[in-house]
């Protein structure tokens, strides 16, 4: 068990005044048997409604409205959580059908179907062993890079180019792992040493739920903070935010995580 | 009924703008028709730029057939009447299917003069239909606040219009009277030093026209 | 009734001074056209709509039961009735709508099914729209307006009157409304559908709004008047589709929407009509199973048949669609509205070649389905009677209780060699009248 200080931070800036400003987060890190929040400080300015909700996949979101023109907006989260309690976390709704089937990022083409052929684990092992080989497979052949991917790049689109980044790797891995049959979902959260969010992929084996790192060709152990989980990225957006304005938008996320 | 959203307030006073506008530049050109028949030169320049709008027609013949139904110059009758319909026809929620019909004939008796031999008799019944829309606003709405907004809309366009035509000030007098009521019975926040400016402008006859039009346009923000 | 047939273009005229018109984009520019009405009605009699009746009211309870498992406990998948692939990949499934169960449990409120009659009188099935089916205010004033061309005929014929829709309608939004106006939210004027959304949000006492009235706070929707006033809204006759409903929850490039208005759903303050996510119940692959859906929730035999259909997605349908490929129409899963719509007869060479080979690449985005030889039903055209293709838009609005509308719109081809009925590809509407005895 370890004690990690956490600490996001997403400052927006523009150059010009915006207006009528929407936004929703997910960027709170929530309870499970793998980590245990023991405290935590959220601050949203400026805004003018704020409100909580819970999305589809029971991730914490906070909702709501700055209407008045604003030059700055920012997000702060931060807190102490307890993690590695256990390795993996328990099975709590009967959502595992949907995290089975092909998701919008997820749609495989020819050649995720073809990588999938070329490394399928034969034999009777468990899916949490499918899952393990893929990945190693997967950090074989796919390389780190960054400004080769965006936002939009589909699991079958960053393959073919054969280098992404972290949400390319879990985006391929979900791909294979669904082709397979096995539920597995898209997290977002935080690790140490890594100044960014981060993407990773939790399989479902044996009745529980377990976090591989694909990118980093990890296990996810005590230095990992989840924050939400979903089909894929789309599900997991951090800030999502409409607004009028022609202004020009600066973003600057930074992410400590220590030990306590 | 409740309260009116911005939009639905804009609609209801652009619809009454453009629905006077029509009416009244319609009478306008029934007069200049009449005089057009006896005169070799152009009076119609005059209308123009009485209008203040730019003079396009090369004779009065073109004016004549062309200022009430070219639908591709902004600002023949056509398209101030195609400008009324369009706002009516948003506002079927609030004054009803029955009195939008009177535009939607309006509109298409308009269309049918154009290709007539005697055009006037015509355009005789576009003025009927948009009386008759007038007659079945005051009849068929019950909600006071929506009512005015449609009428004030009338009545700014018609003061509008008299300035522009330099009417003399006894009916400019009574037009800014039945103005002055009814801008009370909104419910929408308007320029009342507007209010005043006119009223002192026209009791003591000292009218000074284009800066009246200017502050008369400028008395609500829709 | 022959009276009435005389009577026709006096009722277009009618029509005409009602503003009854749908918009249409030809080449880029928006235009309004008349829909052109047909006098010669359509008519059910008592027995044959008492059948339909039933079929519907059975059809669209399973589809609503159908929707909230989907969104909840996923019993039908878990069953095996359904192929878990239908579902969850499917365009038409929000994975946004899981678990938000709408006030009362109503996700189709207002359901429009499409069927058509056989030469030998059966009644088929064609589509069901769930979504925002639009249609039921021409039939509506038209009525109302034959009743003004030829008092006689309806005073001699006992036809059920159908001007109480927007009454019905009324009735279901009260029913799921959370406390507040009703609503009728528009995408504006240059939708299609424009003329109906304002006429039924007129006769149902509703207001007419945009998205940009409307605002989201404290998880409440409300109305704001142009002094900064605001009204609460308690439901909204939402006819904007999911994509665009809220940009904060579904398509973040809408600009017709209103931003949280899913969130103010979820908690239970504010009703959709109909709710969102209903894409995965009228999804054109998940026709094929409404009958088994049918027998699985309510333990019946499905009343109403649906128009033979196969799924090149099973192996053996493939195998027939294939040989049979000449006999049948293929239709696009993700199109509406008549497109996407191939007769395979049509097909020749190359593109015919090109299509078996997408329907094989892609099966899941196909169905296939016999042609049904439809009855024709008469038009007048210059004088005289000429037989049209003639589908019927059924709609059935599930409040307190579930109810079919004694009427329907009934859509012909105005070219005698086509089926496709669609007003967006120039078709014609008649009344549909339903004989009380």
Redesign the interface.
């Given at each position: 068990m370890k004690l990690l200080r956490f600490h996001y931070e997403m400052t927006y800036s523009y150059d010009l005044p915006i207006r009528e400003h929407y936004f929703s987060l997910k960027c709170i890190p929530q309870s499970d048997c793998r980590q245990k929040i023991q405290t935590l400080d959220v601050r949203v300015t400026p805004y003018q409604y704020l409100s909580r909700e819970r999305d589809a996949f029971s991730n914490e979101m906070l909702i709501g409205n700055c209407l008045n023109e604003h030059k700055n907006f920012d997000v702060l989260v931060q807190g102490v959580a307890q993690t590695g309690m256990e390795e993996y976390t328990g099975n709590d709704d009967s959502q595992n059908i949907i995290f089975r089937n092909q998701s919008p990022y997820t749609l495989p083409g020819e050649c995720i179907r073809e990588f999938y052929r070329q490394n399928e684990l034969p034999g009777d092992v468990s899916d949490y062993e499918r899952a393990l080989h893929l990945m190693r497979k997967l950090h074989q052949t796919f390389r780190y890079e960054k400004d080769v991917t965006d936002i939009y790049t589909t699991a079958e689109e960053a393959l073919q180019k054969g280098s992404g980044v972290c949400q390319d790797y879990t985006h391929i891995l979900l791909s294979l792992l669904r082709i397979a049959g096995i539920p597995c979902r898209y997290v977002v959260g935080m690790m140490v040493g890594e100044g960014l969010s981060h993407a990773w992929t939790e399989v479902f084996s044996q009745g529980r739920w377990y976090g591989l790192d694909a990118t980093n060709n990890l296990l996810v152990s005590e230095d990992y903070v989840k924050i939400s989980h979903g089909r894929d990225y789309g599900d997991c957006i951090i800030n999502k935010g409409i607004y009028v304005g022609n202004a020009v938008e600066h973003q600057k996320i930074s992410v400590v995580v220590e030990a306590e | 009924m409740g309260i009116i959203a911005l939009e639905k307030a804009s609609g209801l006073y652009w619809l009454g703008r453009y629905n006077e506008r029509v009416y009244t530049t319609l009478r306008e050109f029934f007069v200049g028709y009449d005089r057009m028949i006896d005169e070799s030169e152009d009076s119609y320049k005059e209308l123009c730029s009485m209008l203040d709008i730019p003079d396009v027609y090369g004779s009065k013949m073109e004016f004549i057939n062309k200022y009430p139904f070219d639908e591709k110059n902004v600002d023949s009758i056509i398209s101030n009447l195609t400008r009324t319909y369009d706002n009516a026809m948003v506002m079927r929620d609030v004054i009803g299917t029955e009195t939008i019909s009177y535009v939607e004939l309006a509109l298409s008796c308009m269309k049918a003069a154009r290709y007539s031999e005697a055009p006037l008799l015509e355009l005789q019944e576009v003025i009927d239909y948009i009386l008759a829309f007038w007659g079945y606003v005051d009849d068929s709405i019950d909600d006071r606040q929506i009512r005015s907004i449609i009428k004030a809309g009338r009545r700014i366009e018609r003061l509008d219009l008299y300035l522009r035509f330099e009417r003399p000030v006894s009916m400019l007098e009574r037009e800014f009277a039945k103005l002055k009521s009814r801008m009370e019975l909104t419910g929408l926040s308007y320029d009342k030093t507007v209010i005043s400016y006119l009223e002192q402008a026209i009791t003591e006859n000292k009218i000074n026209y284009s800066e009246a039009i200017l502050k008369l346009e400028n008395i609500v923000k829709l | 009734m022959k009276q009435l047939f005389n009577q026709s273009d006096a009722v277009n005229k009618l029509l005409?001074?009602?503003?009854v018109k749908f918009g249409i984009y030809k080449n880029g520019t928006f235009k309004e056209q008349l829909f052109p009405f047909d006098s010669i009605p359509r008519v059910i009699e008592k027995e044959e709509f008492d059948y339909l009746e039933r079929g519907l009211i059975q059809r669209v309870t399973a589809l609503n039961r159908f929707l909230a498992d989907i969104y909840g406990?996923?019993n039908i998948?878990?069953d095996g009735v359904i192929p878990?692939?239908f579902?969850?990949?499917s365009s038409g499934y929000m994975?946004?709508?899981?678990?938000?169960l709408p006030p009362k449990a109503i996700y189709s409120h207002i359901s429009g099914i499409d069927l058509v009659q056989a030469k030998d009188k059966t009644w088929y099935v064609l589509e069901d729209n769930l979504r925002v089916p639009s249609g039921a205010s021409y039939p509506m004033i038209a009525r109302n307006l034959c009743r003004r061309a030829s008092p006689s005929t309806f005073h001699d014929i006992p036809v059920a009157d159908n001007r109480n829709y927007a009454a019905l309608l009324k009735e279901v939004m009260d029913y799921v409304n959370t406390g507040g106006?009703n609503v009728?939210l528009t995408p504006g004027?240059y939708n299609a559908a424009?003329f109906e959304h304002?006429?039924l949000?007129?006769k149902t006492g509703?207001?007419?709004?945009?998205g940009?009235?409307l605002i989201?706070?404290?998880?409440y929707l409300y109305?704001?008047?142009?002094?900064d006033?605001?009204?609460k809204v308690g439901a909204v006759y939402r006819r904007i589709s999911d994509e665009y409903l809220d940009?904060?929850?579904f398509c973040?490039d809408s600009v017709i929407g209103v931003?949280?208005l899913y969130?103010a759903f979820?908690?239970g303050n504010v009703a959709l009509l109909n709710a969102p996510g209903n894409g995965i119940a009228d999804d054109k692959g998940i026709y094929y199973f409404v009958p088994k859906m049918i027998e699985y929730y309510l333990n019946e035999k499905s009343i109403l048949n649906n128009a033979p259909t196969y799924l090149p997605f099973y192996e053996e349908d493939k195998k027939y669609v294939l040989e049979n490929f000449d006999n049948l129409v293929i239709k696009d899963v993700a199109e509406a509205g008549g497109y996407g719509v191939v007769f395979g007869k049509d097909l020749e060479g190359q593109k015919k070649e090109d299509f078996i080979n997408l329907v094989k690449s892609e099966p899941r985005r196909f169905i296939a389905q016999e042609v049904i030889d439809f009855i024709d039903i008469d038009i007048m055209e210059n004088g005289e009677r000429v037989p049209r293709k003639a589908d019927l838009r059924a709609f059935v609005l599930t409040g307190k209780e579930v109810k079919v509308w004694k009427s329907g719109l009934t859509r012909f081809s105005r070219n005698p060699d086509s089926f496709v009925v669609n007003s967006s590809q120039g078709g014609g509407f008649k009344d549909t009248w339903v004989l009380l005895r």
């Open positions: - | - | 005409e001074r009602y503003g406990e996923k998948v878990k878990e692939e579902i969850f990949s994975a946004e709508c899981e678990g938000a106006i009728i004027r424009y304002s006429f949000a007129e509703s207001i007419l709004a945009t940009q009235e989201v706070e404290d998880d109305y704001i008047g142009c002094n006033e605001k009204q940009p904060m929850n973040a931003p949280h969130s979820k908690k």
